[in-house]
């Protein structure tokens, strides 16, 4: 199975200020069809988990541009350009090129 | 409004049965792969299963192959989750998904297995 290492895994940041989240894959996620499969979630206390990125780098409809993601091959990036207090959570990368998909463990982001 | 919606948790005896629902609306059922996740208290995400939009192909995680049995309604729209031999391991949310990329969760329904 792929092993999907996230850190840290624990993020306190401060309001207004920039955040990342590092994520690793155990092998390639670039599937066949030339595509890469990783994709970011946010789940909120109390919520079920809400897809931000996909493919590496693509907005879900309806997320705010200070969250980006970036990367290649077996690294990527989930970024905030600036917290806000509704981004504390739990974030979670996750890949779906090769079966079974994986989760990473979960980075939570927390307000100092 | 695009939803995803689950029922049929509850609490079970260990080697008990459990049929889990997802009743799918606002958009076209039969065309999407479906997904079940899962989320032990306090732990992370685990896939579970998927299954075609035909329901020709599926696919489970190893903790679960040989007792549960992922399944779908079209006519429905419907998605379901047949668990059996359940496990105190098996406690957990369970959330059916839209597509191997999960652009759609439900809210999730409990699942508790225990004596």
């Known amino acids: 199975d792929v092993v999907m290492t996230q850190s840290p895994l624990s993020l306190p940041v401060t309001l207004g200020q920039p955040a990342s989240i590092s994520c690793r894959s155990s092998q390639s996620l670039v599937s066949s069809d030339g595509n890469t499969y990783l994709s970011w979630f946010q789940q909120r206390p109390g919520q079920s988990p809400r897809r931000l990125i996909y493919?590496?780098?693509k907005w879900e409809s309806g997320v705010p541009d200070r969250f980006s993601g970036s990367g290649s091959g077996t690294d990527f990036t989930l970024k905030f350009s600036r917290v806000e207090a509704e981004d504390v959570g739990v974030y979670y990368c996750m890949q779906h090129t090769h079966w079974p998909y994986t989760f990473g463990q979960g980075t939570k982001l927390e307000i100092k | 409004e695009v939803q995803l919606v689950e029922s049929g948790g509850g609490l079970v005896q260990p080697g008990g049965s459990l049929r889990l629902s997802c009743a799918a609306s606002?958009?076209?059922?039969?065309?999407?792969?479906m997904t079940w996740v899962r989320q032990a208290p306090g732990k992370g995400l685990e896939w579970v299963a998927y299954i075609k939009p035909d329901g020709s192909e599926n696919s489970y995680v190893d903790s679960v192959k040989g007792r549960f049995t992922i399944s779908r309604d079209n006519a429905k729209n419907s998605l379901y989750l047949q668990m059996s031999s359940l496990r105190a391991e098996d406690t957990a949310v369970y959330y059916c998904g839209r597509r191997g990329g999960m652009d759609v969760w439900g809210q999730g329904t409990t699942v508790t297995v225990s004596s």
């Open positions: 493919k590496v780098s």
């Open positions: 606002g958009f076209t059922f039969s065309s999407y792969w």
